[in-house]
Each structure stands twice: as C-alpha cells, then as structure tokens.
C-alpha cells in the first residue's frame, strides 16, 4: 500500500462507485486541497458539453480545451464565453486540428449514429499532443438508459519519417435499468487502456490518418473489452454469488460428465 | 477535532466501500488524511457499513461463519449468534471478533426460528456456494428477520461480490417483505460496479410454517435472478449496442486516407461507394 495521498485517492476513485466519480473527486478536492489541481488532470469523469456561438454547434469540453473558465471550440478555434488571449495552438497544429476534427465528425456518426465529438491538439517540444473526444447518451425505453464518454489523449514525436505515438484511452460507460420487477439495476464503470506505436509520416495528413487508425483499434478494442466485461464477467460473479441451478444437481451433472469422458479415454 | 464535512465525506466513502475492500478503503482514507487515528470518529460509519452489508466473521474456535446486523446486535453492542448459541465483540475496523461467550437468546418464537434455520440453511447451501444465514427476532419479538448473505472475493482477479437477501417475517399477520441487493466489483485497468436493489413483498398463507416461508423465499430469489440475467440482455442488446456500433453499417473500417479530400459525411464511410 502506497503511503501517498495522492495515490490513495486515486486508489479510493477506482474503489468508490464509477458513477460517482465525479462527485467524489469534488470531495477529494474539498478534503486535500493541495491535490485538487493534479486530481483534476488525471481522473476522467464524463464530458461536458457546450454550444460554440460562432458555429451554433455543440463541443465538448475538457481540462485539454479550458482556460481559466472558458473553453475553446473546435468548430472556430473561439473561446466559450468569450476570453482574449485564451491559449490557441500554433497555425500547422491548428490545420491538423482542423482536419482531425472532420475526420472524427465522419468518424463519429458511423460508429455512434449521434452524440457528439471534439478533437483538440496542442504544441509540445518535438511534436504536438492532443485529445479525442466522444459522447453518446441513449435512453431506448423510458426505462433504461446509457451513456458513452471516450477519452483519448496522445502524444506525438517527430522522429526521421517516422512518428512515436503514445495513446492513453478511457471509456466511461455507464447504463441503468429500472422496472417494477427487476427492481434498479446500474451498471457502471470506466475502463483504462495504454498503447505506444511507431507509424510513417509523409506530411501532416499522415498524422491525421495515423491518430484515426489508432483510436479507431482502441475503440474497437474497448468496446469489446467492456462487453465483455460488463456482460459477461460481472454476470458471472452474480452467477457465482447465487446458482440459478441447485448445487446438488449440478454436481451430479458434473460428475456424470466426468465419468463419461473417463470411460471414453480408457 | 475532524470536522463535520470531512467526516461525512469520509463517511460516505466508507459506505459505499465495495465487498471485501473495506480495509482497502480505511487504508486509502488514513493515507489521505495523513492521520492514523482518524477511523476512530468513523466508527459510526464503520459500524452502518458492517450490519447494512452483513459483514461476516469466523468466531475463535467456531467453524461455521456469523454475520453482524442490526438485527442481532446487544444493547452493549456486541453480537450474537443463534446457532451457535453465542456472542461476541466485534471490531468494526478490523473486521475481527472477540471474547465469545455462551448467549441464549429468549424469544417466544424460539421453535419457529429452529425450524425456519433449518429450511433455510437447507435452501441456502443447494444456491449459494458461500453462504452465511442468521435469523434474529426484533426487538419486540412480532416479527423475525431472515437474512442470507453470500460473498465471493477474488482480489488477485481485480473483482469481489456480494449478494444479500433480507425478510421480515411477521409470524401473526403472515407477511413476509423484504429486499435483495447485489454489488459486484471488478477493478483491472478500471472500476466496474453493478449494483441492483429490489424490494419484494411475498404472499404465504396464514398459518404457513417455515418450510412455506422458506419455499416462498427461494421462489421469488430464483425469480430475481432470472429477471437480473434478463436485465443484463436487456442493457447489452438495447442502451449498448444504441450507444456505439461494432463497425460502421458498412461492415468495414474507416477510410481515413480521404479525410480532407471530401466533404464531411459524404463518401468516407468505409467504402461505401467503391465501385
């Protein structure tokens, strides 16, 4: 057990229930004030979204696309509410800025059929960084609902014709389900996934393509990844927890089957 | 002195500690704090978390497990045990029993008690693999808690469980209500929790005995669970899969080579208009 504090409240967040987060980290925020800024950077807790005066359109917003207390838009590179001076990236990261953007917004209505993204880059030595933002939420009956954050924040270094892409992925996914006789059921959680990747550059297009590809395998990944996990393992443990089945009989079952497959090896 | 906000907020951490990781949870707190000693004003907190879970206990030199609730807690704040005819101090922090000594309990329902841990205890090993029962009077003696509680912890897999089932059986008005509440956590790479909650209200006949008690109990148990497997298809078949696709209609991956050369929406789709 680590003796930080910083690393136990980031041990109490994977702890304390996912739909809570972003209540809890306003609690850690309050309880340790000294952590409150790197908290902030590091937990992911879902989007929120604005409308982009200039474009009438809506984005989304993050630590990556704020500052002080506006946020800039992709969609005009302007700040919501307004800000002078708010920190823009340079022209060449800006047009791929640009460029990631239409990509994700072709991206986004493929896979999501909907919601909404935004991509935002920055300037770093050596190279550029940036996140790519994703949002759903769907409620197919008055019962149930769901919603779907993705966070994708990378970072690239320029080497000889080559890229180094760095790739840290969160998804928050969070579904709930309530009837008169199933009672409340909620379903939540985030998941966290890493990948690094040396890809070809010829010109800033390339980046544009590679970042795409990337986020495009993580997400492919994730998703099943999460079925996976909040489909079948949670089910599992509940299967583990309770036998539908009487035990009794499933291990008549199972030393039925035991005997059978001996008498067919001899 | 801790202050009132910083111990709710404590507090309700504690409450929301998933199975098996309340140690997990005080540890992180007294880290966070840097005070070691602050668990002491969450005693309060600690004690709710260990009756409202059914936190169970392996008595010195008993064999089979106890539970804590509220329902079997004495004025001094010990616990005691039917079965095993006796009681116990309990260390709500360390989650550790002490100083057992002989308890008869007295209730006027003492043979229906007997009978219903039998029917019970029978119903509770043939469904739950883990599986501890206590069956309390309250404290006017009108009524008997019935309570199940099954965990599974498999912290080196990243995930732990626990099922819980509570009744009040009022033996007089033969009504039987109560409440089934499951929490699942799995935390590799990220924190996963299920929780579910429904409250039931079972019909019996006047007069039932216990074996009726117990038969309405493992009917409507049986009941959720088939009701939570068809949840966990409904949430997968229907808020899932409306949320994000596999693939794109196409069944084909993003042609990201043309970004830039078209207009957005227009012919990138994955070959949409290949010839």
């Known amino acids: 057990m680590s003796s930080d504090p910083f690393d136990s409240a980031l041990d109490l967040l994977r702890r304390l229930p996912p739909a809570k987060t972003a209540h809890n980290v306003q609690l850690l925020c309050d309880l340790a004030p000294a952590l409150s800024e790197e908290l902030l950077e590091s937990v992911d807790v879902p989007l929120t979204v604005k409308k982009c005066s200039k474009s009438n359109r809506e984005f989304l917003c993050c630590d990556y696309n704020r500052d002080g207390d506006s946020w800039r838009s992709p969609w005009s590179n302007a700040f919501e509410p307004p800000l002078e001076d708010g920190v823009c990236p340079s022209e060449r990261v800006r047009r791929m800025e640009v460029r990631a953007n239409e990509g994700f917004d072709v991206y986004r209505e493929l896979y999501f059929e909907g919601g909404i993204s935004s991509v935002y880059f920055w300037d770093i030595d050596d190279g550029f960084a940036g996140c790519v933002l994703l949002k759903k939420s769907v409620s197919p009956t008055s019962k149930t609902s769901g919603s779907w954050d993705s966070i994708h924040v990378f970072e690239s270094q320029d080497r000889a014709r080559m890229s180094h892409y760095k790739l840290t992925s969160t998804v928050i996914l969070n579904l709930g389900n309530e009837t008169g006789v199933l009672g409340s059921m909620d379903l939540s959680g985030n998941m966290v996934r890493q990948v690094e990747q040396d890809m070809a550059v010829e010109d800033d297009n390339s980046h544009v393509m590679n970042i795409g590809r990337m986020v495009e395998d993580m997400e492919l990944k994730m998703r099943n990844l999460l079925q996976e996990v909040y489909f079948g393992k949670a089910k599992d443990v509940v299967g583990d927890l309770r036998s539908i089945q009487a035990l009794s009989e499933a291990n008549r079952e199972k030393q039925a089957h035991r005997e059978v497959i001996s008498s067919m090896s001899k | ?275």
């Open chain 2, 1 to 275: 002195m801790v202050s009132v906000f910083k111990r709710e907020a404590l507090s309700s951490f504690i409450q929301s500690a998933p199975p098996g990781e309340l140690s997990n949870v005080t540890t992180a707190i007294k880290t966070l704090t840097g005070d070691k000693t602050i668990t002491t004003s969450l005693e309060p907190a600690l004690r709710k978390y260990n009756e409202e879970q059914f936190t169970t206990v392996k008595l010195p030199g008993g064999s089979q497990p106890v539970l804590m609730s509220e329902y079997n807690r004495l004025e001094d704040g010990r616990y005691y045990d039917i079965e095993s005819q006796s009681s116990w101090a309990f260390d709500h922090e360390s989650q550790k029993a002490s100083a057992v000594q002989s308890y008869v309990p007295e209730s006027k329902h003492n043979d229906l008690i007997t009978s219903l841990y039998k029917s019970l205890s029978t119903h509770a090993s043939e469904h739950y693999p883990s599986n501890t029962i206590g069956i309390y009077p309250t404290s006017d003696d009108s009524t008997l808690a019935i309570l199940t509680v099954s965990n599974k912890y498999s912290p080196s897999n990243f995930w732990n469980g626990r099922w819980r089932s509570s009744y009040t059986f009022s033996p007089s008005s033969s009504t039987l209500t109560g409440r089934i509440s499951v929490d699942v956590h799995y935390y590799e790479d990220g924190n996963v929790r299920l929780l579910t909650s429904k409250a039931l209200d079972l019909k019996i006949s006047s007069g039932a005995d216990a074996g009726h008690v117990v038969k309405a109990i493992a009917v409507a148990e049986k009941k959720y669970q088939q009701e939570l497997n068809r949840g966990f298809a409904g949430l997968s078949e229907g808020a899932f899969k409306g949320l994000r696709r596999q693939l794109p209609v196409t069944r084909q991956k993003m042609e990201w080579e043309k970004v830039g050369g078209y207009r957005v929406g227009q012919d990138i789709g994955g070959g949409r208009f290949k010839s």
